[in-house]
């Protein structure tokens, strides 16, 4: 009797100490796995946490580089506008002249006929008034044109209430015949250059000029000499006006002679 109870009581220790073990296994199992979890969470909230602040960073470099565009837009359109050229005008006889963009070469009389007094930004309203400031002398030539000497040359003004731009005579110009060129230059030799613009070119004689170099992609040439043939060209007269100055003329330099600032080029009348 005494050995069964031993082995029964044998048996209940084995038991309790298996129950222990089981117990304690799953205690550190359920700890694991919490731990694990725990661990899953923090690495998820730590990449939600990365991934936000990348979305935040990217949405800040695409805000920063649209205002930066914004800014650069900005900057471009104020500067176009800061470039548009305003016209300059002025009233003399209650007539508003506008600038032709050329100065006379000649004036037969240098006694100015008035002053400029007045100014206004926008667009002269008064007799003596003009939207470029005071103090310029000015001459009559007609009711056609004024002459507004602006930094010691004469500026040549045309009545606006003419629609066709014409340049007065005073203007120097040439006419001349192409010897050669293509849709970018022209290579032209001058056949008829009035008395008083014979100094511009050293008071030569016509045949004795040089030929003279026109550069046509400056000039917005009208009148179809861009449009004509290589071949074409050769022999074509054409009428040019430009501002009194020239380069290259010397007779010993083989380069031909180049205009300073050209204001028109067209093909001469009988060409058209």
Not at 30 to 49: F, G, P, R, T, Y
Not at 146 to 172: C, H, T
Request: glycine share 6%.
């Amino acid at each position: 009797m005494k050995s069964i109870r031993k082995i029964f009581l044998t048996v209940l220790s084995v038991v309790a100490v298996i129950t222990v073990f089981t117990a304690c296994g799953n205690s550190k199992d359920k700890e694991k796995a919490q731990d694990s979890v725990s661990k899953d969470l923090i690495k998820s909230n730590v990449s939600d946490e990365k991934a936000g602040n990348e979305d935040n960073n990217l949405n800040s470099t695409v805000d920063a580089d649209v205002a930066r565009i914004d800014s650069s837009n900005t900057e471009k359109s104020s500067k176009n506008k800061s470039e548009v050229k305003k016209i300059r005008m002025v009233m003399v006889d209650d007539r508003k002249y506008r600038d032709m963009g050329c100065a006379l070469s000649v004036l037969k009389c240098g006694t100015a006929d008035g002053e400029i007094r007045t100014s206004n930004d926008e667009s002269p309203k008064q007799n003596d008034e003009s939207n470029f400031g005071t103090g310029y002398k000015y001459q009559k030539a007609g009711i056609k044109y004024l002459y507004v000497k602006i930094d010691n040359k004469w500026q040549v003004f045309q009545d606006g209430a003419i629609s066709s731009l014409v340049i007065p005579e005073g203007v120097a110009h040439f006419e001349a015949e192409i010897i050669e060129g293509d849709k970018e230059r022209i290579l032209v030799k001058i056949t008829d250059l009035p008395n008083e613009f014979n100094y511009i070119f050293g008071d030569k004689k016509v045949d004795e000029i040089k030929p003279v170099q026109i550069t046509l992609k400056d000039l917005g040439v009208s009148n179809g000499i861009k449009n004509i043939k290589k071949d074409k060209l050769p022999g074509k007269r054409i009428q040019v006006w430009f501002n009194g100055e020239i380069k290259g003329d010397k007779s010993e330099m083989s380069n031909p002679i180049e205009l300073g600032e050209i204001y028109d080029a067209v093909l001469a009348a009988e060409e058209k």
